[in-house]
């Protein structure tokens, strides 16, 4: 009977734990502190509920510097952006661990008509081809509130966008070279739309040019524009002039306060389940200098209850709301006598 008791007691007790280590909605914190999750009545464009443990979305933005387009390599567009958001004063760049890819195609460099290196269609830079990544999430400017498209096929269909990307990394104006007052931006990708009835090959790079393109002429997109495909195709100018790009960050995931369990912290994921990790989340605190502090006793135990290997995060700011330390009180209680039945 009193083997019984104690085996309940513990049941209850680790119930009582996840419960009280599971954040309510309104404490989900979205990485960067950016997007405002009372924005659009709180609701997530891409999946029409209000914002969840674990949903996903993206920002973009116009770079505030400006560059030539008369390289072949796709990387080089792409470090560009990414050295743009690593210098904003947003905090979005890898420092964060966040990672941005430009909107932009390049095309296959031929030599002797020997392939010598291969081009890359925008939709594959920046993930978000359909028939591989999905319809995807929701794309933001980088004030939080502003949506741009709610999807992928929003993003790439024949339809308006929702808003012109015509915001920088630091929130300020995209620019508008001299004598090109239509905010020319470099593209180098085709007028085609996502179309899913006619499987049209939107996202690819625009034939002859490319960025790089051979000829010196390469294809632009207005960020001024977000009717139709005018923001990613319109016309062309020489490769040498400077103009700005795109930048799309990968998508982010709405974590717990701090973003314990951002993906991007420890790699794709910090834990394979999302139970420990929210129970995890419970067990470190912030200790001196800002460091994660944790009790080796209790990880031990976790260990025993759930039979796998947890990871020490690398950081934390998560600490239990007050009103749950009963509940986690309880629950502690409940795993050590588990553990000593051992």
Excluded at 162 to 173: C, G, K, V
Excluded at 181 to 198: C, L, V
Excluded at 288 to 301: A, R, T
Aim: net charge negative; with cysteine.
């Amino acid at each position: 009977m009193k083997r019984k008791l104690i085996n309940l007691f513990t049941v209850a007790s680790l119930a009582l734990l996840v419960l009280a280590a599971a954040p309510a909605t309104g404490q989900i914190t979205p990485p960067l502190g950016i997007l405002d999750l009372d924005a659009n009545d709180g609701i997530n464009p891409a999946t029409g509920n209000g914002w969840a443990m674990g949903d996903t979305y993206r920002f973009v933005f116009t770079t505030s510097g400006m560059t030539a387009a008369t390289s072949t390599d796709i990387a080089t567009y792409n470090t560009f952006v990414q050295n743009a958001a690593n210098a904003s004063s947003l905090n979005i760049g890898a420092a964060q661990g966040v990672t941005w890819k430009a909107i932009a195609s390049t095309g296959d460099v031929i030599v002797d008509e020997v392939v010598v290196s291969e081009g890359v269609d925008a939709r594959d830079n920046t993930s978000t081809n359909i028939a591989v990544n999905g319809t995807g999430e929701a794309i933001f400017l980088l004030n939080g509130t502003t949506m741009v498209a709610e999807d992928y096929p929003a993003l790439w269909g024949n339809g308006s966008h929702s808003s012109n990307i015509d915001m920088t990394e630091e929130l300020t104006a995209a620019p508008r070279p001299d004598g090109i007052p239509y905010g020319d931006t470099w593209t180098g990708t085709s007028r085609a739309a996502y179309d899913p009835e006619a499987e049209t090959d939107y996202g690819i790079a625009d034939p002859g040019f490319e960025l790089g393109a051979l000829d010196g002429e390469s294809q632009c997109g207005l960020f001024a524009f977000y009717s139709g495909t005018h923001w990613i195709w319109r016309w062309t100018n020489d490769t040498n002039i400077e103009l700005p790009l795109y930048a799309l960050s990968e998508p982010l995931t709405l974590g717990p306060p701090g973003g314990f369990f951002d993906p991007n912290v420890n790699g794709d994921t910090m834990y394979d389940d999302l139970d420990m990790q929210i129970i995890l989340s419970n067990f470190v605190a912030e200790g001196e200098g800002g460091g994660p502090e944790y009790n080796e006793d209790n990880l031990e135990v976790l260990l025993e209850v759930f039979g796998s290997t947890v990871p020490v995060p690398e950081s934390t700011s998560t600490v239990p709301e007050p009103a749950s330390m009963i509940l986690l009180l309880f629950g502690a209680l409940g795993l050590l006598g588990l553990r000593r039945r051992k």
